[in-house]
């Protein structure tokens, strides 16, 4: 324990490279809350915009414009993974990020280090030596995991899927460090579903349309207008809700556009639980966020895009457990939806299978272990984990 504090106080490591890092660690800290109000306390911290030099501080801001060039990054995530090529890319930031990791740990004493980014293991494990924390990685790609996510030295680490727990025996780390836990969502994700008419008429929907909610991840990334276009022009009697995020002038560009069927366009929010209720189906990128959210919501997906490299799985694991499609053409999303609406009882199934894959107590799961490393609950109690 801290000298600064007689509660424990959990320090999580987070870059705003892509959206689900910050939600990822958002969503755990929320649990910790609930499960043991103010007997902790936790901060989070961008390691790259906070305290990394050049160039590497400027990793979020260009992050949206680097995933636009996905075959590039595909190929960077695909000749970087591995062992030895890990601990090489490791080696060679160390120079130039070594000084700002041991000041960042100097800066914000702990008595735990949880890191939801798999550049912010080996270097902080290196940083802050042999007499420190306990340190806690949670992986947040769900199943295609880089080989940054795993070094021997992590305390524990708990994974989203068995197979990325796989993949994890396969970079030689000790299985009984490993816990399959599932992918952190907020709180609000895992609220009862509530009425769905209720909730279209909060929200201003339609009652008597089936409502297609289409995303493209925080940023608002992928083939979104395209899509979304195709869908209002296939003749079918739906409704579509267009989620944008933050990508400001794509939805300035879609709100001035006519369409011939009900559509409703929103930037960033944090309504997208519940729109998820009030939906039959989500046309999304092939984020693990709003998969697992997607998932708990029971709500059957069409995956249009995906970031070649981490989210190649994705699509993999969503279409095995029948969850979903992989639909990567505005035509094909339009058949698969052609075929939902045209045949209930088939998108009845992909409910059904969404249901038995979601894994709504994963943020929980997660606290009550940190907490159980605090002492704050017993070591032997059901933590509700994989082995």
Known sequence: MTKQSKKPHILFLFSDTGGGHRSAAEAIIEALELEFGDALTAEMVDFFKGYAPLPFNKMPDWYPDMVK????????????????????????MWPYVGRAARELVARHPCDMV?????????????????KRPPFITVVTDMVTTHALWYDTRAD?????????????????????????????????????????????????????????????????MGPLGKTARAIADSGLDIAQVIVTGRNAALKKKLESETWPIPTFIYGFTHELPDFMRAA???????????????????????????????????????????????????????ETLTKWVQNPEEREKVTAACKRAARPEASHTIARILGAQLGLIDEKADLSVAP
Not at 114 to 130: D, I, N, R, S, Y
Not at 199 to 206: A, D, I, N
Not at 281 to 296: D, H, M, N, Q
Request: glycine share 10%.
């Open 280 to 334: 039959d189906v989500l046309v999304t990128k092939a984020g693990p966020g709003t998969i697992a959210e997607a998932l708990t919501a029971h709500l059957p997906l069409i995956l249009y895009a995906r970031l070649p490299g981490q989210e190649d799985g994705n699509v993999t694991y969503v279409t095995e457990v029948g969850a979903g499609v992989w639909a990567p053409s505005p035509q094909q999303v339009v």
């Open 114 to 130: 949880v890191t939801v980014h798999p550049l912010a293991t080996t270097v902080f494990l290196k940083a802050l030596g042999e």
């Open 156 to 220: 524990l680490i708990l994974v989203p899927t068995e197979i990325a727990r796989q993949r994890a025996l396969g970079y030689d780390m000790p299985p009984e460090k490993l816990r399959v836990v599932g992918q952190p969502i907020p709180e609000r994700c895992i609220a009862p579903a509530g009425d769905k008419s209720a909730l279209r008429e909060k929200l201003g929907w339609p009652q008597d349309k089936f409502i297609v909610v289409v995303v493209g991840g925080g940023d608002g």
């Open 69 to 92: 060039a996905p075959q590039l990054w595909g190929l960077s995530f695909k000749i970087s993974d591995g062992r030895l090529r890990a601990r090489a890319i490791t080696a060679s």
